[in-house]
């Protein structure tokens, strides 16, 4: 291998390489400040792009080998690390015109820190989406208004505006991104969705897109799923151990349902995911039926829900079960043919996963119920309910302890005085006080004499007050993340509180 020729380094104290020549050879740049400079060389790296490095850098250097995945790690942490260049691009777009020549073929997925197009709308959306995966966003808002095109990213479960541009540019974005997408840039008047693939350093992403018409123009949503965490196992979704526990010992009963409840964006796939994730070992025929498929799963064999072709959750499932399956994952159960076939298939020697949409878990034996399913054949068939919730986790770095006050205590039914932990903001954190979510979650585990409460029809709170008589609820499991300084008073309530108003509706 002879590594390419790259420009001198200048009079600068910090030393950097260029982030193709990074990538292509395995070597990055620790530390470039002092007199000796730290280079990490990926272990299968060739040691000879050292000789370039060394010429470049102009100053000694110390190299120690790097893992293979901890170098992807650093490479989109080092060359990923820059803020929106807003108001640059602001004004070269303001100045753009048609967006023509954009619509050639692109990669199937482009590598946003590579990209050597200086088009300012490219620089610009490639910046929004590496500062959004860099953050940890969920979700990119890009929103028409008269006034401003408003570009917004959900981290941490909330919104929050990164950037503000001239309305006139609004066209512009969305039909790059439509492009992106592969999606139709004629046609404005009806929604229309599709993907992009991406990578950031060696971290593969996929982007489901939505574009929605509106008043001011047309509005796009980019929701960003990481592949990694199509490869948690149950160990990494934070469960306390009791509850791990349960719900390993449900995914390996040979049949029965397990249902995991609670609304949109309460990490309920990813439960499910990491559940597949045990269970792919080989030497079952794991199927799926999802609307839509969220995670590519090497060994589990994937299908998408099609409604304008038939393609319903029932007649997905239906058709599975003729592929002798020994694992099904049905994405949601809405209706009664689809909670009819999974009862026969978990009845027939099949482990069922799906998801329910209610509040709690209890909630969900009383949904199953109503939408037709037999008490009898609800005991025999489920094994497991779990409802969860992500709440806000405080950052390590800078969270203040203090005691609670009368007010701060009563809602979670905590003393008064006790140490609770508020956010402050640092570095860290974006100045936010929070960093990352952690999972809230309550389970309910089918055993002899809660089957016989199921059969003689009891209500949701008698249910409830067995299943919860040795374990937590959702509320209980709240107030332990508080007073263990995992999360505030005030995400705990935000839970709860939500629950309580949906109660009230229902």
């Known amino acids: ?10 009079s600068k104290p910090s030393a950097s390489l260029p982030y193709a020549f990074a990538k292509r050879h395995g070597v990055i740049v620790l530390d470039g400040e002092g007199e000796e400079v730290s280079v990490g060389l990926r272990e299968d790296a060739d040691p000879r792009a050292l000789i370039e490095v060394r010429r470049a850098i102009g100053r000694p250097i110390a190299m120690r080998f790097v893992a293979a995945k901890q170098f992807e790690t650093l490479l989109g942490e080092r060359y990923g690390s820059g803020g929106l260049d807003s108001d640059r691009a602001a004004g070269e777009l303001a100045e753009m015109g048609d967006l023509g020549a954009l619509a050639d073929d692109l990669p199937a997925a482009a590598d946003l820190l590579e990209t050597s197009d200086d088009a300012p709308v490219i620089k610009l959306i490639n910046g929004i989406l590496a500062e959004a995966i860099r953050d940890g966003a969920s979700d990119i808002h890009v929103e028409p208004f008269e006034s401003a095109l408003v570009v917004r990213l959900r981290v941490d479960g909330v919104l929050k505006e990164v950037l503000r541009l001239p309305p006139k540019v609004s066209p512009v974005v969305t039909s790059r991104i439509k492009v992106m997408a592969r999606l139709d840039i004629a046609e404005r008047r009806v929604p229309q969705d599709g993907r992009i693939g991406l990578a950031l350093g060696g971290r593969q992403l996929d982007v489901r897109v939505s574009t929605l018409p509106a008043r001011a123009g047309e509005r796009v949503v980019m929701r960003i799923l990481d592949k990694e965490q199509a490869e948690l196992e149950p160990t990494d979704l934070g469960m306390p151990a009791n509850l791990l526990k349960h719900f390993q010992s449900a995914l390996s009963e040979p049949n029965g349902i397990v249902l995991v409840t609670g609304p949109t964006g309460s990490g309920k796939t990813t439960s499910l995911y990491a559940g597949l994730r045990m269970l792919n070992d080989g030497e079952r025929n794991i199927l799926t039926v999802e609307d839509p498929v969220e995670y590519a799963v090497e060994g589990v064999g994937q299908t998408q829900v099609n409604t304008k072709v038939g393609m319903s959750f029932a007649a997905g499932l239906r058709a599975i079960l003729r592929q002798d399956p020994d694992v099904v994952m049905v994405g949601e159960i809405r209706d009664h043919e689809t909670a009819e076939i999974a009862v026969q298939a978990s009845l027939t020697g099949h482990l069922v996963l799906s998801t329910v949409h209610t509040n709690d878990a209890v909630g969900a034996i009383t949904r199953l ?36 006050t009368a007010v701060e205590a009563a809602p979670l039914g905590l003393d008064t005085g006790v140490t609770i932990y508020q956010p402050a903001g640092c570095r860290e954190c974006a100045n936010t006080g929070f960093r990352g979510r952690i999972g809230v979650f309550e389970m309910i585990r089918i055993d002899k004499d809660l089957r016989e409460l199921m059969l003689s029809g009891a209500d949701e709170n008698v249910i409830a007050r067995h299943a919860f008589s040795n374990a937590p609820n959702m509320a209980s499991s709240a107030r332990r993340l508080v007073l263990e300084g995992r999360t505030t008073v005030e995400e705990a309530v935000r839970i709860l509180r939500k629950d309580a108003s949906q109660d009230a509706e229902l």
């Open 369 to 404: 119920k109503d939408i037709g399913v037999e008490p009898f054949l609800l005991a025999s068939s489920l094994r497991l309910v779990m409802a969860q919730r992500l709440v806000r986790r405080l950052c390590t770095h800078c969270a203040v302890p203090h005691p609670a």
């Open 1 to 10: 291998m002879s590594a390419a020729a790259i420009p001198m380094s200048d």
